[in-house]
């Protein structure tokens, strides 16, 4: 057994030799192809680590230059962490408003407190909208925004203590929906206070019945204590485009904060079901069957009982953070700014454009002060598409925000009209001639001046606001116009002056960081509800189709 194990290891010991090689020439080669190989192997491997590390080392530094260029992009708005200096001017003009926002709210609490709205001139309150005190709701975010804190206090103290929702009104769905539920949410993300949480839940629940429809198309009017929905008699028992489209931002908001899914089924069941006839013109008409869900003939327009629809598509888009997950409602917008395209015509001989409606084949020339969102709409929507369609829709939307100007600039008192016409030669004449204190084009302009930095945005808001100020500013509050060529007055503070008006005036003015459109959202009422990123692509039902190839209210009533 030695022997065995002896003469075994010294076989294995001969490979070792290298007289061995040398006496078998084909092993040796082998041997040395086998290293060269083993050699190559390792070489390469050490070769691909050191050449995977540099290229991490450049991608990192790729980042952080690319972090770098993404800080100091101009996109029109300034950069939250930059330290940019405050300008005086603007700090001026924004304490002007804000003086404004306390006279017109100090005249509210001295004569109107806890009613719906302010009749100045008579110093007395009415309640326009069933008592659910419509301004003091509506009022919450500006005054919270606005740092007017002893205020707020006191309107939540009467949200808390004597905010009532089981009244014996016939309210419109639609304006409770976004002066309340919107109010009560807005003040909710900005405070955290369960408080407004909770009401908007209590007020949405009675307002959720009035989408038990075949279809799912809400009717328009319920009665807060006793339910029975219906639609007005006026509409011929059709439901309203704009009043049964634009509860999506506010009930898709507050089921993600209550995390009860029913909010938004009830309002994303809408979308869903237009959706399924939905013209590659992206254009519907003012009336919806409740029962079928299907358009009747009706006029199209962006202006009363049509536009906040249109917006509602973009917001919910912005609202879930643009994903998968609400892709559809940007696809359904960006057909409808194709149709919104085709309604555009110019005046002469200054150019103005303007959105005509359309009647069948039959375009009017006319356009609503209300229809003065677009520009806005269009400035925040045109970030969406790429460099060429985005240039083309920012340009339209400055060319809209000029003519919507002039419709202030064009009257004695520089205040706009309710509507306008546009004659060939004539430029534009004023339609109907109140003013109501309508917040449409100072959106737009705070758009504008968000998302291109042209101040030239700002100065055509302080004129405006300078106008108000001549001619709506009394003593006990602000009135509206029953003339804006006479300057005669009106008696009522409308509740979207303090909610709209004079909080996107009061931005136009402020850093971009208060209350950034990167974060926040507003609904129709101007109320910043936040962005919260959605992927629940299922839960809407609104699946994406084809792309194509290619008595008249305010959307916020008003009373004259």
Sequence with gaps: MARTRSSSLSTRLRYCNPA????????????????????LMVWDRQSLIREHEEELFKLNDELKHLRT?????????????????????????????????????????????????LQPQTKNGVNSFGGLGATLVDSLDTLYIMGLHEQFQRAREWVATSLDFN?????????????????????YDLTDDKLFLDKAREIADRLLPAWDTPSGIPYNIINLAHGRPHNPSWTGGESILADSGTEQVEFIALSQR??????????????????????????????????????????ITFGAMGDSFYEYLLKVWIQGNKTS????YRDMWEKSMIGLSSLIRRTTPSSFAYICEKNGNTLANKMDELACFAPGMLALGSFGYGPEESKKFLSLAEELAWTCYNFYQSTPTKLAGENYFFNAGQDLSVGTSWNILRPETIESLFYLWRLTGNKTYQEWGWNIFQAFEKNSRIDSGYVGLKDVNTGVKDNM?????????????????????????DEWVFNTEAHPLKIVTRHDDKSSGIKNRDRPNIKLRGRKEGRP
């Design 20 to 39: 061995y090689y040398l006496k078998r020439p084909k092993r040796l080669a082998l041997l040395f192809i086998a290293f060269v190989c083993a050699t």
């Design 69 to 117: 260029l993404l800080e100091d992009l101009p996109t029109g708005r300034a950069s939250e962490k930059e330290v940019v200096p405050e300008d005086p001017i603007e700090a001026q003009r924004r304490e002007k408003v804000k003086d404004a926002m306390i006279h017109a709210w100090s005249s509210y609490e001295k004569y109107a407190w806890g009613q719906d709205e």
């Design 167 to 187: 009244k014996d009104y016939e309210a419109s769905v639609f304006e409770t929906t976004i002066r309340v539920v919107g109010g009560l949410l807005s003040a």
């Design 258 to 299: 209550t995390g009860d899914p029913k909010y938004q089924q009830k309002a994303e069941k809408v979308i869903a079901q237009l959706n399924k006839t939905f013209p590659d013109d992206g254009l519907l008409p003012i009336y919806i069957d409740p029962d079928k869900g299907t358009a009747g003939y009706a006029t």
């Design 325 to 328: 997950a609400v892709k559809p």
């Design 493 to 517: 503070m409308q509740s979207f002056f303090l909610a709209e008006t004079l909080k996107y005036l009061y931005l136009l003015f402020s850093p971009t960081s208060v209350i950034s459109l």
